[in-house]
Nanobody, 123 residues
C-alpha cells in the first residue's frame, strides 16, 4: 500500500514562512506528478502547486511569487516552501501524487492523497 505522509504545517504569523513536506512510501516504481492542494472549511479543494518528474511546475495564481514547489526523486518527497503567508492561505493542505506502483509483479497507476496538514495564518 502506497502512503503519503505530510508534515510541516502549523501556526504562523502573516508574512511568515512554512515548509511542507510529503514523503511517499510503499511499492513505488515511479512518481509522475506530485502536487499540493488545499481546502478551507466550506470551500472547494483547490490546486496550489504541482510538479512533474521532470521538474515542470504549475502554480495557482494566488500563490505565484510566494510559494515554491520542489521534489527529491530519490526520496520520493515533495516540498512546498510557503513565504509571505496570508490569512487566506489558512487551510488543510493535502499532498497528491500520481504513482506507478508494483502489485503482483505488474505496474499499477494510482492517484494517492495524504492525510492533510493544517496551516493556520493568524496574528
Amino acid at each position: 500500500q502506497v502512503q503519503l505522509v505530510e508534515s510541516g504545517g502549523g501556526l504562523v504569523q502573516p508574512g511568515g514562512s512554512l515548509r511542507l513536506s510529503c514523503a511517499a512510501s510503499g511499492s513505488i516504481f515511479s512518481i509522475n506528478v506530485m502536487g499540493w492542494y488545499r481546502q478551507a472549511p466550506g470551500k472547494q479543494r483547490e490546486l496550489v502547486a504541482a510538479i512533474t518528474s521532470g521538474g515542470s511546475t504549475n502554480y495557482a495564481d494566488s500563490v505565484k511569487g510566494r510559494f515554491t514547489i520542489s521534489r527529491d526523486n530519490d526520496k520520493n518527497t515533495v516540498y512546498l516552501q510557503m513565504n509571505g503567508l496570508k490569512p487566506e492561505d489558512t487551510a488543510v493542505y493535502y499532498c497528491n501524487a500520481d504513482i506507478n506502483g508494483v502489485v503482483a509483479g505488474s505496474f499499477v497507476s494510482g492517484d494517492y492523497w495524504g492525510q492533510g496538514t493544517q496551516v493556520t495564518v493568524s496574528s
